[in-house]
């Protein structure tokens, strides 16, 4: 039933647009209401993704796949500039890419580097939460059918909700307004955009809160971090990838944005284990012990974490919570400037413990000196049940509301 449902949605929705407005001869004078009648049967959430690196659209794709295993007539919109192939790769649930930038958050000179006087040039050119801008994704929402609005983190879908009068949902760790204020001292100018943001976000219908939250807030629903599910066992992707047995593993990862590895010819030197490099390459190719991959790899991204012994990343939400789910080794770099990390530095002590790498040992490539412990370094098991679910449940019972 569910994939017929699928089917009205994805087909019959843009026949609903192009024809609703005025009759054609060639279509039954009642076609347009059966169409719409069909359609109220199928769930269209719209979901407003940052494309902050690629963190904030992996929550996003757990989310709507928990969505859809609970209620599995579910269909989504994406709205984001994150690629396409990103979604295409995570989700099992279907979806419908619409091109938009709905969100500035914070342009990266490097992975690791922020550069705040170049996000307040772009906050000040693109109108994110303009009226005609606003007036026109409200209007695009509503003619595709959806039926609620979430939003990771990106204040213009917030907005968006409430100019269509649809519930509004945010996911979180934290917020752009709270980011901006840490840059106030220096560039107080951020400020007056903290407050435009933070005014969308306190408006939101339901606020989801995903460990390690940087700031808790009253009334938010908190779940534990959200991760997506791996969907191959690690034999079989430590089989591709020539892999033999239980020889150690360990995975390089440093997010969505671009970085340029030191040492990669010590990498590919290094005894006892083998090195894998999403991003390290242009090409997937093996020297020695090193793997690398190109940034869009033909390798889902959680299958290489719960592959891993060991994971060596950038302290960043989707890395960390798919480390949290696999129970791997983790060892980290901390990004001094960047207000998430200090919180989510003290979340990983507790929680994973592992080996902490300094920015300049990441920089020089010093870091392939401490692989022994990096890869054998880990903190208390718990219980690895991730928050998806909770969040999923938490977006219908606001929808169904």
């Known amino acids: 039933m569910y994939l017929i449902s699928h089917f009205l949605a994805l087909c019959l929705t843009p026949l609903l647009i192009e ?6 001869p060639d279509v039954p004078r009642d076609w347009h209401d059966r169409v719409q009648t069909i359609l109220r049967c199928v769930l269209k959430i719209a979901w407003f993704i940052s494309p902050h690196g690629f ?32 979604f295409s790769a995570s989700l099992s649930a279907p979806f419908n890419y619409n091109t938009c930038s709905c969100d500035v958050g914070l342009v990266q000179r490097s992975a690791m580097e922020e550069d705040v006087e170049a996000t307040l040039t772009r906050l ?11 007036d026109a994704l409200a209007e695009q929402v509503v003619s595709l059918g959806c039926r609620a609005v979430v939003a990771d983190i990106a204040p213009q879908g917030l907005a968006v909700a409430r100019t269509a009068g649809l519930p509004s ?14 840059y106030a001292g220096r560039w107080p100018a951020i400020n007056h955009w903290a407050d435009e943001f933070e005014a969308e976000f306190s408006q939101c219908d339901l606020r989801i809160q995903a460990e390690p939250w940087c700031l808790p807030v009253d009334g938010a629903t ?16 430590r089989n591709e990838l020539g892999i033999e047995g ?8 440093m997010g969505g944005i671009p970085w340029q590895f030191s040492g990669l010819e010590k990498m590919a030197e290094a005894q006892g284990l083998t090195i894998v490099i999403p991003g390290g390459g242009t090409t997937e190719a093996r020297r020695g012990s090193l793997i690398v991959l190109p940034h869009h790899s033909r390798f889902h991204h959680p299958d290489l974490v719960h592959a891993a012994d060991g994971v060596l990343a950038k302290l960043g939400y989707s890395t960390v919570a798919e480390v949290w789910s696999a129970g791997c080794s983790l060892g980290w770099i ?11 530095a003290r979340w990983v002590h507790r929680h994973l413990g592992g080996t902490e790498i300094s920015q300049d040992e990441l920089l020089e490539g010093r870091w392939v000196e401490r692989l022994d412990e990096i890869v054998s370094s880990t903190g208390p098991l ?20």
């Open 334 to 344: 901390g990004r001094p400037t960047f207000p998430e990390s200090a919180k989510m």
């Open 169 to 182: 949902i945010l996911v979180e760790n934290f917020t752009w307004d709270w980011i901006y204020r840490a």
């Open 246 to 253: 239980e020889h150690p593993m360990l995975l390089v990862s």
């Open 55 to 86: 963190g904030h659209a992996a929550r996003a794709c757990a989310v709507m796949d928990e969505v859809f295993r609970q209620k599995p007539d579910a269909v989504f919109e994406i709205f984001t500039t994150v690629p396409e192939w990103f």
């Open 382 to 401: 718990t219980s690895r049940v991730g928050g998806a679910p909770a969040a999923a449940t938490a977006v219908l019972d606001i929808y169904r509301k």
């Open 222 to 237: 908190q779940v534990p971090p959200i991760s997506r599910r791996p969907g191959s066992g690690r034999k079989a992707i």
């Open 19 to 24: 024809f609703g407005n005025g009759h054609r």
């Open 124 to 134: 000040g050119s693109v109108g994110l939460l303009a009226e005609s801008t606003l």
